[in-house]
């Protein structure tokens, strides 16, 4: 069950005294759409815009949505900040109601079974609530505990990004990683800054397992990608105009990077990266400037293959590829 907390958004929007709301909403939650811009509309007076354009997290703000409606407040719902808006914007993250006991009894078994002795804690935001009672049970059989907060762009201790996982960035000091979520993008991403196994609790399903192999599928299935690239005569280097994922600089220095080497590069730009918008560019390879999650979630789906930023310095020789970081693709 999900915990929208209704009252309490609308205590914070009456704070404002908005006229025209833009509400921004994850996939996940469209399906409250209807009842939450009823009951934010009876409860501050304001008239509710519910945006259905796809939202993937807070580096994703319809802040040109809010100038085109003439809106006075942007709510984006589901995430928390991590960059600066150029609007007014509340961030309301929504937390899922679950029953973690059994959960942590089958996380403790797994615990024990691989004689892990210093674990790290870690989840996405909508299961941030758990961990410390997660902690105290770790404690009680006297395992020793790691919560971090990670670097500025993380809100809260624990809490990991698609993007970004300062927050288990600590190799030297734990055997392992607990991690609360759904599907394996972000414990692939945890176990290449912990360089450990991951213990996923994942509440949907109620299944707690240790994933240990992943690490090295990816990695493999990455490296033969970078090799295909290193015979690429042309490149098509994607560039999103979202405020939290725009890197027109970056993009622009790997043009000329590749054009140095002799071959070719075109930029391409669009608001949504999306497979659709590319086919029929001839090219070899595409390059991702935006979210990482399309270069290793999506690349699958995109009529060339996808390398990152970091793995095309491997492709035109300026790196050697054992000098390439896991955490950088």
């Known amino acids: 069950m999900i915990d929208l907390n209704i ?17 921004q909403f994850p996939e996940g939650l469209k399906v409250h759409a209807a009842e939450l811009v ?6 501050t007076g304001a008239k509710v815009i519910a945006l259905m ?32 808006p150029n609007q007014k914007t509340i961030f309301w993250p929504f937390y ?38 997660i902690q105290k049970e770790l404690e009680k059989q006297k395992i020793e505990v790691f919560v971090s907060k990670g670097n500025q762009r993380i809100s809260d201790v624990g809490q990991v990004l698609g993007c970004n996982y300062s927050s288990v960035s600590m190799q030297e000091k734990i055997d392992a990683t607990i991690y609360i979520g759904d599907g394996l993008f972000h414990p692939i991403g945890i176990s290449f800054n912990s360089r450990k196994p991951v213990i996923i609790i994942n509440p949907l399903n ?21 090799s295909q690239a290193m015979n690429a005569k042309s490149f098509g280097i994607l560039i999103t105009t979202k405020n939290g994922q725009m ?50 979630d999506d690349s699958s789906n995109f009529p060339k293959p996808v390398i990152s930023a970091n793995e095309l310095q491997i492709a035109l020789g300026n790196k050697k590829l054992e000098e390439l970081k896991v955490e950088e693709i």
């Open 7 to 23: 009252t309490g958004l609308a205590e914070e929007i009456n704070k404002i005294r908005p006229k025209t709301i833009v509400m």
């Open 247 to 296: 890197q027109f600089g970056l993009a622009q220095a790997l043009k000329k990077q590749i054009e140095a080497k002799g071959k070719k590069a075109i930029l391409l730009g669009m608001d949504l990266v999306k497979p659709d918008y590319v086919i029929g560019i001839k090219v070899d390879f595409f390059v991702n400037t935006a979210c990482p999650r399309i270069s290793t």
């Open 206 to 226: 109620e299944e707690v397992k240790v994933m240990q192999d992943q690490h090295d599928k990816f990695l493999r299935k990455r490296f033969a990608v970078i």
């Open 53 to 84: 354009d796809p939202c993937f997290g807070a580096c994703d703000l319809a802040e040109d949505e809010v100038k085109k409606f003439n809106a006075d407040l942007l709510v984006h719902l589901g995430h928390s900040q991590f960059i600066s």
């Open 38 to 43: 009823e009951k934010i509309e009876e409860s």
């Open 96 to 133: 899922y109601e679950i029953e973690i006991e059994p959960l942590i009894k089958k996380t403790l078994k797994e615990v024990k079974e691989h004689s892990f002795k210093k674990i790290a804690l870690s989840a996405t935001i909508q299961y941030i609530k758990y961990l410390p009672q």
